[in-house]
């Protein structure tokens, strides 16, 4: 690893201004994306400006229907809150499978959010839950924060501060995890919103990044059944191809993750 | 209670392991300490056009920038393999020239150009990265039957179309007309993936050279580190074999790829001697996935023939085996002599007959690893058996049994000549652990729930403590293959072995110890074994090939009898009763039908003290041993596997693994199970997860755990084994060795039992989800058609 500089902050105006002080700087909110890739060599930033220890970024807080997450909150704390799993049980579900206990207890819900890995578990969820992702400046509709691998909506020196989302009626997330790396080969988060909505996130298989299934949706809104996804295609010309599996074997993981998402949901 | 052959006593060495405090080479740290980093080609294959260096020597912390003409001109030797193969057509094999630092070409990416020596890891990894190095990209070619190709690049000028050898072994024609005339033939193709090791420690070497005496110390992550000086010194003229000392502390796990001598280790004492500064190097896990000596990597076609009572009347294999961009140090001898001449496996085959063809390619160099050789060889005749039990339409258990070997001494067409074995019982032990008879009923449950079920079973033997020398020297090999122990009884009692033989994660420390106890009844915490360092230990050939307790113990026990015989001719001196009346037993020496006796310290102290010695005894109690084994040893055994697989994402579950060994005389059964589990982790870890992959220019692309998958605890079902023993009669502890059996048993288990639930017999390892589902499909379609 290079050496840098490791600053850590406790507002978002002290992490701007450290930003803008900073050579080369960059954020990190646990790190488990970015410590590997410098200890590679592979990223060398002058300065690490660590989100983790922001207070107003930090907890859960369930307000009604709304659920509402601090970006700095750890997996592990999302995977153990009560409250939340009160109203929402596949998310925290979701961040009990994520990595192993470090990564759990060191990544946070906005540094995977923000970081957008085609094949980390979050912006299924955020994308099947309807979330918005609210930053220091503005808050941004989740069809529109994810675009493309590793690429959000975010700009320079925007930082997530938390996610919201309305409880759903139902939902639950499938996984199925490379047997190498455990990311997501193929990960299907479906949720039937209050609002009457199904929504249908999938990472770890789009060759774009993460994606919503929308004929599955469309058959899920009139009938959140196994049997009324049983027909749903996916294309294997959208999905990821590697030495773990090609796009067809990919987008049949996608069909029975999803269904076998649907099955668990509660 | 007992801590003597057969008990099971804790690891004496696991309290320092546990506790993290195990003393590992890069745990040696010297005064002003400098490190090394080596600039690696990031090409599969170039010309070096030219290096600069000058950017990188003004650096910060820089003490030197050396490069591979510095390295000849100062005359250290290419590396070499140590064992000479023939062709069939009488020429040696073709080595071509290795640098420890290329000089003209690089032919794998990692193939080390130039090393920086600096103050720290951080300066002298940046300083690496300022090297220019000019390189002119050549063809690359990754897969063995792509280099012996018309359009291939000629790798090395010493080997045309980057053939090493074409060897081969049996009878050809007698093989040929046997199979023709066979009532059945079953004929497979079948690849053995190529693995990378990952011992959990990585490689590391710390050098120093020491001005005032012209004398090199090398702490390394070895294996053999006395065969690491002979070559260092006889071969590679870096030190003179009494001017350099290697120490190998407490290595963390070696699986084969810590047998060898690396580039790294010549250019670290080289440099040392350049800069006069100890100069250290350990490696991260990028560097050891790319210049670890990777495993296996054969593709084959077999051919089994059967008469019509379906018994095998011979079996004829062609191989083409990758060796990688370089030949290691043993690598010519694994598709050979470690692998061709146990074909036999467990049955009577009249004919049998291999040729292989080892080449050249633009990858990491191959030499053993776990098993090496061997489990190329049971998987081919696993594999074969199990589908020619299904294509003949009989019980593969059954098949086996018809075939197996029953009289021993049993001489085999391939070399090996068997010495004990009792397949039959290991083979219904294994059978009876899984409730064999009662699958079908398991498969019927199974579908219910949508799973589909598979038994597969395999039956291994192996080749351990690979001897005698002189046969082996015979063979090609450069080195003999006995080992050497000393057994030093210190005057208050308490004694000391001085063994040959290196512990990285064995137990060695406590199953040695445990000689001394069955022998002289004393406790094991009373004994010391030294090992690894070869200004304490005379000499020694390490350990590999399960070799320690055939061999190595062995010469222990050769020892220990001198001991023995000294120490019983003191006590009748002191005690005055004849010699042949003498016991040792619960650390007293006695008269037999007396009540005299004295302590075993009485008797240590007298040697020391030499007041009362008989006429003309030497004083001291200190005796050591050479021991060449008489022939290899031979464990064998039945592994069967159970699965299940879920059809809609191919995913397989290991729901029972039981495996029922024969390695002879067991000292500590806690030590071999452990062993045994380790290795079939090994095992199902190849058959199901582990395959090193290059893209076609040469780029490794499982260069992390991000993308190689080693087994994790929640890949491995809980075993079942048990051992059915006979006794080796080669050697005086009547073992067999029990470090690879494991890895060479169970991929065919495995890969047989997945087969068996799929209804497909075209499945390569490692048998991912992706694999597997897409071998359900094509049965799918297949039975759809017909």
């Not at chain 1, 009604?64 to 998310?91: D, K, M, R, Y």
């Not at chain 2, 690396?262 to 100069?279: F, N, Q």
Request: hydrophobic share 40%; charged share 20%.
């Amino acid at each position: 690893m290079y050496n840098t500089n490791y600053q850590r902050v406790s507002s978002t105006d002290e992490a701007t201004a450290a930003m803008d002080a900073a050579e080369d700087g960059k954020y990190v909110s646990g790190g488990q994306t970015l410590i590997p890739t410098m200890k590679q060599r592979l990223a060398a930033p002058s300065d690490l400006i660590d989100l983790r220890h922001i207070d107003a970024m930090k907890g859960i807080t369930v307000d009604g229907n709304q659920v509402t997450i601090g970006a700095a909150t750890s997996h592990a704390e999302v995977a153990n809150s009560a409250e939340l799993c009160e109203v929402c049980p596949s998310i925290c579900n979701l961040a009990s499978h994520i990595g192993d206990p470090h990564v759990r207890n060191m990544g946070t819900i906005g540094g995977s959010v923000a970081n957008n890995d085609p094949a980390a578990d979050y912006p299924a969820a955020m994308m099947a839950l309807n979330a918005q992702i609210m930053t220091n400046k503005r808050t941004i509709d989740t069809d529109d924060f994810f675009t493309g691998m590793f690429e959000t909506a975010l700009e320079e020196d925007e930082i997530i501060t938390a996610v919201t989302f309305p409880a759903p009626a139902k939902a639950a997330y499938a996984k199925f995890p490379n047997p190498a790396s455990r990311y997501a080969m193929a990960g299907v988060f479906v949720a039937k919103l209050k609002n009457g909505m199904a929504r249908v996130g999938v990472t770890g298989a789009g060759s774009d990044g993460v994606f919503r299934h929308e004929a599955m949706e469309e058959a899920l809104k009139s009938d959140w059944s196994v049997d009324a996804i049983a027909g749903a295609q996916v294309d294997e010309g959208d999905m990821l191809s590697d030495i773990h599996g090609d796009g067809a074997y990919r987008a049949n993981l996608v069909k029975v993750m999803a269904k076998r998402a649907v099955e668990a949901s509660q | 209670m007992s801590e003597g052959i057969g008990a099971r006593v804790l690891r004496k060495e696991d309290k320092r392991f546990i506790t993290g405090k195990g003393k590992y080479t890069d745990d040696v740290r010297n005064e002003h300490q400098c490190y090394a980093a080596f600039v690696r080609s990031p090409h599969a294959h170039a010309k070096v056009k030219g290096i600069n260096k000058s950017a990188a020597e003004a650096m910060e912390g820089v003490s030197a920038v050396l490069d591979g003409h510095q390295l000849t001109g100062d005359g250290i030797g290419n590396i070499i393999c140590g064992w000479m193969i023939h062709s069939k057509d009488g020429t040696p094999m073709k080595m071509g020239a290795w640098s420890a630092l290329a000089t003209d070409t690089v032919r794998y990416v990692g193939d080390a150009v130039a090393v920086v020596v600096a103050d720290t890891p951080e300066n002298a990894k940046t300083a690496a990265e300022a090297v220019e190095v000019d390189y002119e990209e050549l063809h690359a070619v990754v897969s063995a039957v792509d280099a012996l190709g018309d359009s291939a690049p000629q790798i090395h000028p010493e080997a045309e179309g980057n053939l090493i050898y074409d060897w081969e072994i049996g009878e050809k024609d007698a093989t040929e007309e046997a199979i023709a005339g066979a009532a059945y033939v079953c004929e497979m193709e079948i690849t053995n993936n190529r693995l990378a090791p990952n011992p959990m420690e990585p490689r590391s070497a710390v050098a120093t050279f020491d001005e005032s005496e012209d004398h090199y110390t090398l702490y390394t992550t070895s294996q053999n580190p006395h065969v690491a000086r002979l070559v260092l010194s006889a071969f590679y003229q870096v030190a003179p074999e009494h001017k350099l000392r290697v120490i190998a502390p407490d290595v963390g796990g070696g699986f084969g790829a810590k047998i060898y001598i690396y580039p790294e280790e010549i250019v670290c004492l080289w440099a040392s001697m350049k800069t006069r500064k100890s100069v250290k190097w350990t490696s991260d896990r990028t560097e050891a996935f790319l210049t670890d000596a990777h495993g296996r990597d054969h593709v084959s076609t077999a051919k089994m023939g059967f008469d019509a009572n379906n018994k095998i009347v011979g079996f004829q294999i062609d191989t083409i085996a990758n060796l990688g961009a370089y030949m290691s140090l043993f690598s010519s001898s694994v598709p050979t002599y470690l692998y061709a001449t146990l074909l036999s496996g467990q049955y009577n085959i009249e004919n049998i007959h291999c040729n292989v063809r080892t080449v050249y390619t633009n990858t990491t160099p191959v030499d053993a690893y776990r098993g090496a050789g061997r489990p190329e060889a049971c998987y081919l005749i696993e594999r074969v058996m199990e589908t020619a039990a299904r294509e003949l339409g009989v019980d593969p258990a059954q098949l086996r049994r018809q075939n197996f070997i029953e009289e021993f001494p049993h001489q085999t067409p391939v070399i090996m000549a068997y010495d004990a074995g009792d397949f039959s019982t290991n083979q219904d032990a294994a059978m009876q652990a899984t409730d064999y008879a009662g699958f079908e009923a398991r498969r019927s449950e199974a579908a219910a729930r949508g799973k589909l079920r598979g038994i597969g079973m395999s039956c291994y033997i192996e080749a351990c403590g690979i001897a005698p020398s002189a046969a082996v020297g015979s063979l090609g090999a450069g080195v003999g293959l006995w080992e050497s122990a000393e057994v030093r009884v210190n005057p208050v009692g308490t004694v000391e072995i001085l063994t040959g033989s290196h512990a990285h994660g064995q137990g060695h420390e406590t199953t040695f110890s445990q000689l001394i106890a069955d022998r002289f009844g004393l406790p094991t915490d009373n004994v010391q074994v030294v090992h690894g360092d070869t200004d304490k230990v005379q000499f020694g050939m390490g350990t590999y090939g399960s070799r320690s307790g055939a061999v190595g113990m062995s010469a222990i026990v050769k020892a220990l009898d001198k001991v023995e015989a000294k120490a019983k001719k003191i006590a009748a001196h002191m005690l005055e009763a004849d010699e042949g009346d003498i016991v040792i037993e619960d650390g007293e020496v006695k008269v037999a039908g007396t009540d005299k006796k004295l302590g075993w310290h009485e008797i240590c102290l007298g040697a020391y003290t030499a007041h009362n010695l008989p006429e003309g005894m030497e004083p001291g109690l200190k005796e050591g041993a050479f021991y060449d084994p008489a022939n290899f040893t031979f464990p064998a055994g039945t592994y069967i596997c159970e699965v299940e697989i879920d059809p809609d994402t191919g995913t397989t579950e290991i729901v029972q693994f039981a495996a029922s060994d024969d390695f002879g005389t067991i000292i500590n059964p806690m030590i071999v199970e452990g062993q045994v589990h380790g290795g079939i982790a090994q095992g199902v870890g190849q058959a199901l997860l582990e395959q090193a992959v290059y893209d076609d220019s040469g780029q490794l692309i499982t260069g992390s755990y991000m993308d190689y998958a080693m087994p994790r605890a929640d890949d491995l079902p809980s075993y079942k084994v048990s051992h059915e023993s006979t006794i080796c009669p080669n050697n005086p502890l009547g073992i067999k060795g029990c470090g690879e059996a494991g890895a060479i048993g169970s991929p065919p288990a495995v890969i047989n039992a997945i087969t068996n639930a799929i209804g497909n017999n075209d499945l390569s390892m490692p048998a991912t989800p992706a694999k597997v589902w897409a071998a359900i499909q094509a049965a799918e379609m297949k039975q759809a058609a017909e």
